[in-house]
């Protein structure tokens, strides 16, 4: 079946460090991806999102591009801030179905 | 846009009671969704709806488990006996129908869930 994998965290970053959390997925269809955030004892919010290869999803400073030949979708962000601190989930799918997710990555940020 | 309202956010009861949590999805989306998150087992899909109809409840653990959705603003989610395993943050989210924002999914705040 279908399935998203993400790297395990968590990670430690110093504040202004460069992020990058690998997220691969597998799909029979052609789906969306999407990277949403959960900041602590709040629900996901969706962080960004793209519907089609090559195309690439931005917000707040983060940046993931679709690579369909690679099913990747990887998050990047140049320069983090303690405010990041969260948990990250990458997640795949289709219209009408239900979303994929990965068991999502902590990243905690010092100053 | 009140969001995805989940109510109650936090419940504490004892092994074998009922236990109901509600949630009202966003006016005007039309698919809702079901999810439990502990930290053994990350976030997990346990039931989602199209248009009240229940689509796959495939992650429903148990015959414990049931949820309902009379009305395209009302879901439940009951578990009956609780068991202390049950114990996790359960969350509903809505989304868009087909055509709009390709399966953008809104999130309440989430229960808090503590079986004793």
């Known amino acids: 079946g279908d399935s998203v994998t993400q790297m395990e965290g968590p990670v430690t970053l110093s504040e202004e460090a460069c992020l990058t959390i690998?997220?691969?997925?597998?799909?029979?269809?052609?789906?969306?991806l999407f990277w949403y955030v959960q900041y602590p004892g709040e629900g996901l919010q969706l962080l960004l999102k793209?519907?089609?290869?090559?195309d690439k999803g931005s917000n707040k400073g983060f940046e993931a591009t679709y690579r369909k030949e690679t099913t990747s979708f990887h998050l990047e962000k140049g320069s983090v801030q303690v405010s990041d601190s969260a948990v990250y989930f990458c997640?795949?799918?289709?219209?009408?179905?239900?979303?994929?997710f990965g068991k999502g990555t902590t990243l905690s940020v010092s100053s | 846009d009140a969001g995805v309202i989940q109510s109650p956010r936090h419940e504490v009861t004892e092994m074998g009671q009922e236990v109901t949590l509600r949630c009202k999805p966003i006016?005007?989306?039309?698919?809702l969704f079901w999810y439990r998150q502990t930290m053994m087992r990350g976030l997990e899909l346990l039931i989602y709806?199209?248009?009240?109809?229940?689509?796959?409840d495939s992650g429903m653990p148990e015959d414990r488990f049931s949820a309902k959705m009379p009305n395209a603003s009302f879901s439940t989610l009951k578990i009956q006996p609780s068991e202390p395993r049950d114990s996790a943050v359960y969350f509903c989210?809505?989304?868009?129908?087909?055509?709009?924002?390709?399966?953008?999914?809104?999130f309440g705040p989430g229960t808090r869930l503590t079986v004793l």
């Open positions: 989210a809505s989304s868009r129908p087909e055509g709009g924002s390709y399966n953008e999914q809104f």
């Open positions: 690998n997220c691969t997925y597998t799909a029979t269809g052609y789906p969306s």
């Open positions: 793209a519907t089609k290869a090559d």
């Open positions: 997640a795949a799918g289709e219209a009408g179905t239900a979303l994929i």
């Open positions: 006016s005007g989306h039309n698919s």
């Open positions: 709806f199209n248009n009240n109809v229940p689509i796959d």
